[in-house]
């Protein structure tokens, strides 16, 4: 079993930044993606960006520019990098590894982007 620990959420003034961080509990072998998702109130949750073991990053198409996923395979963990942050972009922010196998999920950290 594969505990994710995530940090880095918070309250924001729109146009500042945000850096995530998810944390797994062990090594994850074998081909893998980590990854963002997010959900707002009343909505479905949503892919953020993902980045396979090999690097491949994968954005949903709105979010490209403003947001940067990259993970240090030392440390087990992922990150998201999010600038010029916006009031829609407020949300719980889970982070995800998936295995050929198994998908974990973390408990998911509050964004709130407001004057």
Excluded: H
């Excluded at 003034?13 to 990854?35: D, H, T, V």
């Excluded at 030392?74 to 999010?82: D, H």
């Excluded at 407020?90 to 998911?108: E, M, P, S």
């Amino acid at each position: 079993q594969v505990q994710l620990v995530e940090s880095g959420g918070g309250l924001v003034q729109p146009g500042g930044f945000l850096r995530l961080s998810c944390e797994a509990s062990k090594i994850i072998w074998g081909f893998n993606y980590m990854g963002w998702y997010r959900q707002a109130p009343g909505k479905q949750r949503e892919l953020v960006a993902t980045i396979t073991s090999g690097g491949r990053q994968n954005y949903a198409d709105s979010l490209q520019g403003r947001f940067t996923v990259s993970r240090d395979n030392a440390k087990n963990t992922v990150y998201l990098q999010m600038n010029s942050l916006k009031p829609e972009d407020t949300a719980v922010y889970y982070c995800k590894v998936a295995t050929w196998t198994n998908d974990y999920w973390g408990q998911g950290t509050q964004v709130t982007v407001s004057s």
